[in-house]
């Protein structure tokens, strides 16, 4: 099978020390972090962000992540159109409700939305969840910035 490697058509993020930014945070909330906060859940928040951030860098790894955290591929697939799905939880729902608003940046509709992630979630948890969908939206304009493009190596 080829393999993807990618490379940057705009700048180098290195030049400012962005990636060592980005790494650090990424220890505490990034895809092989231990956390409060379920791993496959984490996981489909890394990828939704990925998805609405349409960073290609970022869906390609994230979505092999979820499938090495071992969510079904088909709910992996369907992650765009959750809310037209029975395949995610309630919890999973109030979730990615809060992701796609943090992401977004929906100030008037955020506050409800938090205050329904206590009815799932502890405030850890809570505060996992913010730091990772604040940390993909981080990651998925830095690749957007540099230019990160995928090439198929054959």
Known sequence: MSEITF????????????????Q???????????MAVEKQLAQLLRL???????????????????????????KVA?????????MFDAAEQTALSYCEALTAYDLAGFA??????????????????AAIVINMNLWTRLKLAQGATPVLES
């Not at 369907?78 to 029975?86: G, M, P, R």
């Open 112 to 129: 409800p939305l938090h205050e329904a992630m206590t009815e799932h979630f502890s405030e850890t948890e809570i505060a996992e969840v």
């Open 7 to 22: 490379k940057n058509t705009r700048f180098d993020p290195d030049l400012v020390e962005f990636h060592g930014i980005a």
């Open 78 to 86: 369907h992650l765009a159109s959750w809310q037209e799905s029975t």
């Open 24 to 34: 650090q945070m990424a220890k505490s909330v990034g895809y092989t972090a231990d």
């Open 48 to 74: 939704r962000v990925a998805q609405m951030n349409a960073c290609s860098y970022c869906l390609i790894l994230h979505t092999k992540a979820a499938h090495d955290q071992g969510i079904h591929p088909a």
